[in-house]
């Protein structure tokens, strides 16, 4: 198993990426936090995965209180933490003209500072044993100007960006203490994400984009956890600062 005595925190557990994510980890031996602001949907995942080996932390992750809880209760209830998946996320549709500062200051909130956050509660932990890996979850969207059937995806593009820089300038800062850092850019992954910010245009928004993709079709989520558990695992030891796409050949057209 590749995760064998490992430690793992996940947030954004309840659902898609980060419940496939959970689900590969358990079943590679991992030990798990799992955090999510949906209470009911945390229960079930953790319950699903055993208590022995999975404890949940319901919280807003873009709040300093949730990082700090999550750190600690890997380390009492585990003694470490080996890996970090920053994976919760919003997705956001609004042209920079309509955009309110408080929808702004939300999106950057869930999606980028909930990322500094847990780095800067779970770093310390990773130091003292000089060993760690973190995986953020960046985009496509990091390296693009799209759009979404016309409305501007601008401010959620900004915060994959920023995972993207945060990435490279933690790995470069933490390569020689034994932290690798990475992130994983997934093209179009079916999941509730789209759903959750415009229930409307979701089947739409689906059918377009499996029309933008070389491959044919949009990712499972099981397809991106696959990636994640690479570079969380040992596998991947030669590998930090790397953005690994797995977006089935978008940005390759
Ligand atoms: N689905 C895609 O096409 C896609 C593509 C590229 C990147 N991503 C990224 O992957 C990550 C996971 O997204 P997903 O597609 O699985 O979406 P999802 O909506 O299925 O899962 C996101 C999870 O994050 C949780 N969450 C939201 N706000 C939170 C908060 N404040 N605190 C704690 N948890 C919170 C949600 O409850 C949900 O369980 C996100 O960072 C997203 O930006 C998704």
């Not at 309840?14 to 496939?20: K, M, P, T, V």
């Not at 358990?26 to 404890?55: K, M, W």
């Not at 209180?65 to 998946?85: K, M, P, R």
């Not at 990475?182 to 409307?200: D, F, Y």
Request: proline share 2%.
């Amino acid at each position: 198993m590749r995760l064998q005595d490992k430690v793992a925190v996940v947030t954004g557990a309840a659902s898609g990426i980060g419940h496939a994510t959970a689900t590969l980890f358990a079943r590679e031996g991992a030990r798990l936090v799992l955090n999510d602001i949906d209470a009911l949907g945390l229960e079930r995942v953790t319950s699903a995965l055993g208590a022995a080996s999975c404890r949940g932390v319901v919280g807003d992750v873009s709040r300093e209180q949730t990082s700090i809880a999550l750190a600690a209760e890997a380390v009492s209830s585990f003694g470490q933490i080996d890996i970090l998946v920053n994976n919760a996320g919003i997705h956001f549709l609004k042209d920079i003209t309509e955009m309110t500062v408080a929808q702004w200051d939300r999106l950057m909130d869930i999606n980028l500072k909930s990322m500094f956050l847990c780095c800067k509660h779970v770093i310390p932990h990773m130091l003292a044993r000089k060993r760690g890996a973190i995986v953020n979850l960046a985009s496509i969207s990091s390296f693009i100007g799209q759009e979404m059937d016309g409305a501007s995806t601008f401010a959620y593009n900004i915060t994959k960006a920023g995972a993207l820089q945060l990435t490279t300038s933690l790995a470069s800062r933490y390569a020689a203490d034994g932290i690798r850092v990475n992130c994983v850019c997934p093209g179009n992954v079916e999941t509730n994400i789209v759903k959750r910010a415009t229930p409307e245009a979701t089947a739409q928004f689906w059918r377009a984009a499996v029309a933008s993709e070389p491959i044919g079709r949009n990712a499972r989520p099981e397809e991106i956890a696959n990636a994640i558990l690479f570079l969380a695992s040992d596998e991947s030891s030669f590998v930090t600062g790397c953005p690994l796409l797995v977006d089935g050949g978008y940005l390759a057209r």
